[in-house]
């Protein structure tokens, strides 16, 4: 498939927040052209597509989320963190099969493109079914692991890590575990080695509440972050979920690996767990990427609202207006995620990168006047402005229509249906 984009705004995010006029041309799945419309190459096109000035950028990257806990969304709401979990969340998933994450997770795939959601970080329970639901969607999904004292295993990750690295273009594997309060030393030292044979980094929720940090400290004597660090769980690098309540020396810890934060903000607020260091981390250069978090804790997996949140909360944190600038978040929900993902070659619009992206409309009241667009995008930017996700060269939906393997009104019974079953 030979697309051409024309008449359109781009911000390709190669040369900072730079915008130019002219075309993105897509051959298959790959970008091979970007720039104005005089230098641009001859070619025979499949469709050409006039942007009417719209916007054209790199696609949004959720650098964490649950997709299978879409059947959770307004279940388990109003508890804090720990009895949600307990009661309500660990409970319901205990019942769940395969096929339910195949179906839940399709529901999140859908959501995701409308929000301009390009590719995941998804962390659950069965790595199979996730990866065959991205795969027949099309969508794209690094798969983290989740292994725990009741789930998976250290031998499983490793056969997963093999298999899925080389399972389809779309699809990719990290290491991971859920977090320290719910995995024993002893998996926590089998997953340590196994990062150091495969020099593999490694992913898990960190430092979400002040009662997990506590715990913590009460067992081991030692923050979360120092105690997996010195179980050289970060020797290749990897990352951490929420970050929110972090010690200076975790986050020296942080710039020194090189380690990822992955900021969620909408969850953070709404199981009232705090509001991560934002500003200071970018301080001390440490990485930022944005993920929603799962459908149960956020309900919503949008983007245009983690990014807003981002640079609120932290603003209102510093009481200073002029920290975490706009710009800065964008970078995080676009360029940092496919970094912290690894996904090098889906983070800018350039020739050669893979065709993931999304047009922006522009001709709505929420983003006149033009007066700045990246900073529209950030404080006055919604879902309802994403007019087309495209992944890997494929358009999946396109004003307010989805052109996926997946009849939408059928899946949303099979939905339905499948969550009362659950509830019995």
């Not at 984009?5 to 970008?31: S, T």
């Not at 899925?164 to 089998?190: C, M, V, W």
Request: proline share 4%.
């Amino acid at each position: 498939m030979k697309i051409r984009i024309y008449n359109a705004r781009i911000l390709p995010m190669a040369e900072g927040m730079q915008i130019i006029e002219g075309e993105v041309h897509i051959v298959e799945d790959q970008i091979s052209y970007v720039g104005s419309k005089k230098d641009a190459p001859p070619r025979e096109w499949n469709r050409q597509i006039n942007a009417e000035g719209n916007l054209i950028l790199p696609g949004f990257k959720n650098a964490h989320t649950h997709s299978g806990m879409t059947f959770l969304r307004s279940y388990a709401d109003d508890l804090p963190l720990l009895e949600w979990l307990n009661k309500k969340v660990f409970p319901m998933e205990a019942k769940l099969t395969p096929e339910d994450i195949y179906v839940f997770s399709k529901l999140a795939i859908l959501e995701y493109l409308t929000s301009g959601i390009t590719a995941n970080f998804d962390m659950y329970l069965t790595p199979d079914t996730m990866a065959q639901a991205s795969k027949d969607m099309g969508f794209r999904t690094v798969i983290c692991g989740a292994v725990n004292d009741f789930v998976q295993s250290v031998p499983e990750m490793e056969k997963w890590y093999q298999t899925y690295n080389q399972y389809d273009p779309l699809i990719s594997y990290r290491l991971g575990f859920h977090a320290e309060y719910t995995t024993s030393k002893s998996i926590l030292k089998d997953l340590a080695a196994l990062a150091d044979d495969l020099k593999a980094p490694v992913y898990t929720h960190n430092s979400e509440s002040a009662s997990e940090v506590e715990q913590c400290v009460a067992r081991t004597g030692k923050t979360p972050t120092v105690y997996l660090d010195e179980l050289g769980m970060f020797a290749h690098g990897g990352g951490s979920f929420h970050c929110v309540h972090m010690t200076e020396e975790d986050l020296k810890i942080f710039k020194e690996r090189k380690l990822y934060v992955v900021t969620n903000p909408a969850s953070n607020i709404k199981l009232a767990s705090g509001i991560a260091p934002v500003a200071k981390m970018l301080q001390m250069d440490i990485p930022i990427a944005i993920g929603t978090d799962g459908p149960a804790s956020n309900n919503c997996l949008d983007m245009f609202r983690e990014m807003f949140l981002v640079t609120g909360l932290a603003k209102l944190c510093e009481r200073d207006a002029a920290v975490v600038d706009a710009d800065e978040v964008l970078s995080m929900a676009t360029i940092n995620g496919a970094k912290a993902m690894g996904l090098t070659d889906c983070d800018i619009l350039a020739p050669g990168k893979q065709a993931d992206l999304i047009m922006i409309d522009l001709y709505q009241p929420n983003m006149q006047p033009l007066n700045n667009l990246t900073k529209n995008l950030i404080y006055s930017g919604s879902k309802q402005n994403v007019t087309l996700t495209m992944i890997a060269g494929k358009i999946l939906y396109e004003k307010g229509n989805f052109y996926v393997s997946e009849d939408v009104e059928r899946l949303y019974a099979d939905v339905n249906h499948r969550i009362e079953e659950l509830k019995k």
